[in-house]
């Protein structure tokens, strides 16, 4: 027993020599890592509660557009694109309200409203949108090279056909018809095999015949 109690007492002198090195530095370790812990949990807090803000917000937009109250639905779009620009909401919020204008022929604040959205929103598929938007209202204003210009760049595959077409539409408008047939061409190329897609291929063909086809 005797000699039991030797072997803990020496295994307790290292412990608290090793600790008395150490054990300093460990609860400094300790220390940070529930800071940073806890620093993780209020972000997260914090994220949760601005996106349910943002939410809620976008849904005064959506039912102002459902309602046809546009001073509304535009305070509220503005205030959404305000506090929350780095949010889906604000991005969707900003279509509605540019759809809104275009409804009220104000073209010149949907481009507006657009162009916020191509250089804000984080989702390509929201930005691609508002970019095929705003190439349409372009294309209206007989602003071809703008119009072109928003059609560059590479483009997800749902928009594709679509920003195809467009381009199309503009290069005919500009006196390309070679040019805008291949482009209607890459459009046939890219339509998906759905309902829609086929009902669109028929547009994008209709086009094509008026140019002389092949």
Known sequence: MAAYDLEEQEQLSAMKAWWEKYGNAIST????????????????????????????????????????DTAKLQQAANQLTTDYPSHLQASLGALLAAKADV????????????TWVVEHSKEVLVKDLARLRLATLLLDDKAYDEALKQLESG????????????RGDVLVEQGKPDAAKEAYKQALEKM????EGSSL?????????????N
Do not use: C, H
């Not at 996106?51 to 557009?65: G, H, I, Q, R």
């Open 103 to 114: 409804d009220k022929k104000d073209t010149k604040s949907a481009r507006v409203k657009l």
């Open 192 to 195: 998906p095999s759905t309902p």
């Open 201 to 213: 291929k028929n547009i994008v063909q209709t086009k094509l015949d008026e140019l002389g086809g």
């Open 155 to 166: 483009v997800t595959k749902e928009l594709a056909p679509r920003f195809a077409e467009m």
């Open 29 to 68: 370790g300790v220390a940070v890592v529930a800071l940073v812990v806890l620093a993780w949990q209020a972000w997260s807090w914090y994220q949760r509660s601005q996106n349910d803000k943002a939410t809620a917000m976008y849904a005064e937009v959506f039912l102002a557009s459902q309602a046809g």
